[in-house]
């Protein structure tokens, strides 16, 4: 049984770079959700896809903020110009139903 | 007004005792609702859903749901030193999943 699997577990990255994240979902499940972490709080709902499409983006996502799943497969989270507010987990979650299982997070620092 | 508020902890409790675990949602249109544990520095772990007004009991854990007052709680019994984690406490509108900041439970032998 393969749960969520996320790449890469850490990133460091300087102000301005871009980075992208990938998200891998268990195999059967036909939605996929990223949040947002950070320390002391809990998960902040960025957007979500069932199977391809985007059917939410949150408010809070800025334009420097891009998701994609082609295919309804894997899922990737783009962010441009990274700014040091972006340092956070980086959670994906996929879910056949409402009961959504989480991947380990990508930890993404920027200096 | 968050969408959904825990009880501030951190909270204590000894070991064998039961541990409460509150939480309050502001968004009637909530459907779903789930308890997760995230030990730390890693990722949440579901230990209990309930969609339903009433009790769910699932081995030493217990979910509690009164939509009327817009309450859901976890009550942990036999509290154990691993179960010393963050438990989250979220609700589901339209698939978005509103998670609240987190109670930190330390069960102390």
């Known amino acids: 049984d393969t749960g969520v699997s996320q790449d890469p577990r850490h990133k460091i990255t300087k102000r301005g770079q871009n980075v992208t994240f990938r998200c891998d979902p268990i195999s059967e499940h036909n939605r996929l959700y990223w949040y947002r972490q950070t320390l002391g709080q809990g998960p902040e709902f960025l957007t979500y896809f069932q199977n391809e499409a985007q059917l939410e983006k949150s408010r809070l996502l800025s334009d420097r903020f891009s998701a994609e799943r082609p295919k309804g497969s894997f899922s990737t989270l783009e962010i441009q110009r990274t700014e040091q507010g972006d340092s956070a987990m980086y959670l994906c979650?996929?879910?056949?139903?409402?009961?959504?299982?989480f991947g380990p997070g990508t930890r993404l620092t920027v200096l | 007004q968050k969408e959904v508020e825990q009880n501030s902890g951190p909270l204590s409790v000894p070991e064998g005792a039961i541990a409460s675990l509150n939480c309050t949602y502001s968004d009637r249109g909530s459907q779903s609702f789930f308890w997760y544990r995230q030990y730390s520095g890693k990722s949440p772990e579901l230990i209990m859903f309930i969609y339903s007004n009433g009790d769910k009991e699932d081995g030493r854990f217990t979910a509690q749901l009164n939509k009327a007052s817009q309450y859901v709680s976890l009550l942990i019994r036999d509290s154990q030193p691993s179960d010393s984690a963050t438990y989250l406490c979220g609700g589901t509108s339209y698939g978005k999943l509103t998670f609240g900041q987190g109670t930190i439970l330390t069960v102390h032998p």
């Open positions: 979650a996929s879910s056949r139903t409402d009961e959504q299982f």
